[in-house]
């Protein structure tokens, strides 16, 4: 668990600016497997999870929806039949957002409790 493991999302406000991308390095640098994509022009966070088998991967797909709704910030997640990718970024200012990053960070905390199970 790293600081943004511990932080809380806040309200993303359609004015609020993107991370510079020192920030992104910066963050990126807190979390494990995760890499910067670019889509259409706007950067997102993504990391595929690999899970033991379907109902495995549910579950995981399940307990990062409850994480988004705690928090109020949804991803983009691919479910396959034995993982997860899970894409992160904010929708009102088309970019990354720390939250993104926090987010990111409590989703990869949500599998490693996986695998001490």
């Known amino acids: 668990m790293n600081e943004l493991s511990k932080a809380v999302c806040e309200a993303c406000r359609p004015?609020?600016?993107l991370l510079s991308q020192a920030e992104i390095k910066s963050h990126l640098q807190l979390l494990s497997g995760w890499e910067?994509?670019?889509e259409e022009n706007i950067q997102k966070l993504?990391?595929?999870f690999?899970?033991?088998n379907y109902s495995n991967t549910m579950t995981f797909v399940n307990e990062v929806a409850a994480l988004a709704e705690s928090e109020n910030h949804h991803p983009l997640m691919v479910v396959d039949f034995r993982q997860v990718t899970v894409l992160w970024w904010s929708h009102k200012i088309k970019g990354l957002h720390k939250n993104d990053f926090i987010m990111a960070s409590k989703?990869?905390?949500l599998m490693s409790r996986r695998d001490v199970k």
């Open 36 to 38: 910067i994509i670019e």
């Open 15 to 17: 004015d609020a600016p």
């Open 46 to 48: 993504q990391r595929t």
């Open 107 to 109: 989703t990869s905390d």
């Open 50 to 52: 690999a899970t033991q």
